[in-house]
């Protein structure tokens, strides 16, 4: 199983490019981590068992009222491919499952 994110700015109108994020175990095991690119994506994150993960983006450089955003998702079937996209905004966020 893969899983993916993308980061847009919805003040800017456009990807959010530079955010650290953390993929981890709810334990808080960390399963890997990494930074967006030009196109606000990061991709290709394996995760090879069923259970809750979360997806922790260091926000700090576009909402001072939330320095990081946490999203805690449940992966039932580990071989589906999960992609969880954040659309962030200086005072607000959204997420949902994409595809």
Same mark, same amino acid.
């Given at each position: 199983m893969t899983i993916s994110t993308?980061?847009?700015?919805?003040?800017?109108?456009?990807p959010a490019t530079g955010i650290?994020?953390?993929?981890?175990?709810?334990?808080?095991?960390l399963v890997s981590s990494g930074?967006?690119?030009?196109?606000?994506?990061?991709?290709?994150? %394996?995760?090879? *068992?069923?259970?809750?993960?979360? +997806?922790?983006?260091?926000?700090? /450089?576009? &909402?001072?009222?939330?320095?990081?955003?946490?999203?805690?998702?449940?992966?039932? %079937?580990?071989? *589906?491919?999960?992609?969880?996209? +954040?659309?962030?905004?200086?005072? /607000?966020? &959204?997420?949902?499952?994409?595809?």
């Amino acid at each position: 199983m893969t899983i993916s994110t993308h980061v847009l700015d919805a003040q800017r109108g456009g990807p959010a490019t530079g955010i650290a994020v953390r993929l981890e175990r709810a334990d808080g095991t960390l399963v890997s981590s990494g930074e967006t690119g030009a196109d606000g994506r990061i991709t290709g994150w %394996d995760a090879t *068992e069923a259970g809750v993960y979360r +997806l922790v983006f260091d926000t700090g /450089a576009i &909402s001072s009222f939330f320095p990081e955003v946490v999203l805690a998702f449940r992966v039932a %079937d580990p071989a *589906e491919h999960h992609h969880v996209p +954040l659309l962030l905004s200086p005072f /607000a966020y &959204s997420t949902y499952r994409g595809s």
